[in-house]
């Protein structure tokens, strides 16, 4: 798998429908301890399985919805997520189990299970196929119905189908070779609840068209999703994308806005502020690879390529302090600062540029080496010069300490110990 794929999203649900079935099992298996798919099903067997098999339907859906937040950490969103989508799944069982059911007899009589007789194999995994396909349809789609998507419902059910068609295709096997209902039917539902949690990732993830990826922090190498027109970031439990455990990230810190084909990050945080690849912004179009930090966090924005039905270009380096008025588009684009990383700091071609650790700086670098105000770049007659603002660690020019000193292209510049090339 690419680093597109979110694997420890994949792992949370694909573990947190092994655990829905396992726990849904106990009650079906009350229900149906000692009876035979040969016995004829009273009443009460009948409105009995709809039941027990709705809450196992529950709690599947229920603890692949609360997974989204990839953390054994219990939160009240995730306690809302799992009892929205136990609801969800629960009630959506009801008519899907009916309806599996029916066709489930049907089939079962088709092959000669009926009167107390066993008919052949073949149509008794056709008819589990079908009934648990049909489970994981629904399953499925009550996930990403909870989630309060559309767009995810149908790729929940596209994944729910596969998974419950996985889940059903080894449920009698794994009976027949136990020699036990009661242990086929733990397996069985539990390998049910891993396929469905599994898939329904894999269709979210091959899908999705836009992501961040914590790249430092607490929380380094987590994946995001960006779902739906707007997503919340902060350190607050209620963001769909928390950055927890820094008193940097405001509560609501920014927001991002998809509107088309263009993802867009808003600052709330009226002191901290929002960086995009050094700059401080209150607002800016994001393209793939840009760099965000808040507070001691810093994540990469990435967006699949071609994910608008056209081939996805690389932009042009943005500007991360401001031209000065009449200067073209095209002459800001002539003298950038490349970091070690390979983000480009571009440079206006006219006037000064502050540099330094506090968010009142043009170029904003959250290094603990460079001073609060560190230095400036001037552009002056279509030269660069650096100049150090009497900054505790110092400027250096292709190695040299400098207090003031021109740049010509190539030159290795050194604030503290944040390191550029220049390009002009």
Same mark, same amino acid.
């Given at each position: 798998m690419n680093?597109?794929?979110n694997?420890?999203?994949?792992?949370?649900k694909?573990m947190a429908?092994?655990?829905g079935g396992a726990?849904?099992?106990i009650? #079906?298996?009350?229900?149906n301890?000692g009876? /035979?798919l040969t016995?004829a099903?009273s009443?009460w067997?009948?409105?009995?399985n709809?039941?027990?098999?709705?809450i196992l339907?529950g709690?599947i859906? %229920?603890?692949i919805?609360? /997974?989204d937040d990839q953390?054994?950490?219990?939160?009240?969103?995730m306690?809302?997520?799992a009892i929205r989508?136990?609801?969800?799944c629960f009630l959506l069982s009801?008519?899907?189990?009916?309806?599996?059911?029916?066709a489930?007899s049907?089939?079962?009589e088709?092959?000669g299970?009926v009167?107390?007789?066993q %008919?052949?194999i073949?149509?008794?995994?056709?008819a589990?196929?079908v009934?648990?396909?049909?489970m994981?349809?629904?399953l499925?789609l009550?996930?990403g119905?909870a989630?309060?998507?559309?767009?995810?419902?149908?790729?929940?059910?596209a994944g729910?189908? #596969?998974?419950?068609?996985?889940?059903?295709?080894?449920?009698?096997?794994?009976g027949?070779l136990s020699?036990s209902g009661m242990?086929s039917?733990?397996?069985?539902?539990?390998a049910v609840?891993f396929?469905?949690?599994?898939f329904i990732?894999l269709?979210?993830e091959l899908?999705?068209?836009?992501?961040?990826?914590v790249?430092a922090?607490?929380?380094?190498?987590r994946?995001?999703r960006?779902?739906?027109p707007? #997503?919340?970031?902060?350190?607050?439990e209620?963001?769909?994308i928390g950055?927890? %455990?820094?008193?940097?990230?405001?509560?609501?810190h920014a927001v991002l806005?998809?509107k088309?084909?263009l993802c867009?990050?808003?600052?709330?945080a009226?002191?901290?502020?929002?960086i995009?690849?050094?700059?401080r912004?209150?607002?800016?179009?994001?393209?793939?690879?840009?760099r965000i930090?808040m507070?001691?966090?810093?994540l990469s924005f990435h967006?699949r390529?071609?994910a608008?039905?056209a081939v996805a270009?690389?932009?042009p380096p943005r500007?991360?302090?401001?031209?000065?008025?009449? #200067?073209t588009?095209?002459?800001?684009?002539e003298?950038?600062?490349?970091?070690?990383?390979g983000?480009?700091?571009?440079?206006?071609a006219?006037?000064?540029i502050k540099?330094g650790r506090?968010?009142?700086?043009?170029i904003v670098i959250?290094?603990?080496s460079?001073s609060?105000h560190?230095?400036?770049?001037?552009?002056? %007659?279509?030269g660069?010069?650096?100049i150090?603002?009497h900054?505790q660690n110092?400027?250096?020019?292709?190695?040299?300490?400098?207090s003031?000193?021109?740049l010509?292209?190539?030159?290795?510049?050194?604030f503290?110990?944040?390191?550029?090339i220049f390009?002009g």
């Amino acid at each position: 798998m690419n680093r597109s794929i979110n694997q420890r999203e994949l792992m949370f649900k694909a573990m947190a429908g092994l655990l829905g079935g396992a726990i849904g099992w106990i009650p #079906v298996e009350i229900v149906n301890h000692g009876h /035979s798919l040969t016995q004829a099903e009273s009443a009460w067997l009948i409105y009995g399985n709809l039941f027990v098999m709705a809450i196992l339907a529950g709690v599947i859906g %229920g603890l692949i919805t609360a /997974s989204d937040d990839q953390s054994f950490t219990i939160t009240e969103p995730m306690k809302r997520r799992a009892i929205r989508g136990f609801i969800i799944c629960f009630l959506l069982s009801i008519p899907a189990t009916w309806f599996s059911n029916v066709a489930f007899s049907s089939i079962l009589e088709a092959g000669g299970w009926v009167g107390g007789q066993q %008919g052949a194999i073949f149509y008794l995994i056709l008819a589990r196929l079908v009934g648990w396909t049909l489970m994981g349809m629904m399953l499925g789609l009550g996930v990403g119905l909870a989630t309060g998507s559309l767009r995810n419902a149908l790729k929940g059910a596209a994944g729910g189908w #596969v998974g419950g068609f996985a889940g059903g295709l080894v449920f009698d096997p794994i009976g027949m070779l136990s020699s036990s209902g009661m242990l086929s039917r733990l397996i069985g539902f539990s390998a049910v609840g891993f396929a469905i949690g599994l898939f329904i990732g894999l269709a979210h993830e091959l899908t999705k068209t836009a992501w961040l990826v914590v790249e430092a922090g607490r929380l380094r190498g987590r994946q995001y999703r960006i779902d739906g027109p707007t #997503v919340t970031i902060g350190r607050a439990e209620e963001n769909a994308i928390g950055l927890f %455990g820094d008193p940097g990230v405001q509560a609501r810190h920014a927001v991002l806005e998809r509107k088309g084909e263009l993802c867009t990050i808003r600052n709330l945080a009226v002191q901290a502020g929002t960086i995009v690849n050094g700059a401080r912004i209150e607002t800016a179009t994001l393209n793939d690879g840009d760099r965000i930090r808040m507070g001691d966090y810093e994540l990469s924005f990435h967006e699949r390529v071609g994910a608008h039905g056209a081939v996805a270009t690389v932009p042009p380096p943005r500007p991360r302090a401001a031209s000065a008025p009449g #200067v073209t588009a095209a002459a800001a684009r002539e003298a950038f600062l490349e970091g070690s990383s390979g983000e480009r700091i571009r440079l206006a071609a006219a006037g000064r540029i502050k540099i330094g650790r506090a968010l009142d700086n043009d170029i904003v670098i959250g290094d603990a080496s460079v001073s609060r105000h560190h230095a400036a770049i001037e552009a002056n %007659g279509g030269g660069f010069r650096v100049i150090d603002l009497h900054s505790q660690n110092g400027c250096f020019v292709n190695g040299q300490r400098i207090s003031e000193a021109p740049l010509s292209d190539g030159a290795a510049v050194r604030f503290g110990d944040a390191a550029y090339i220049f390009h002009g």
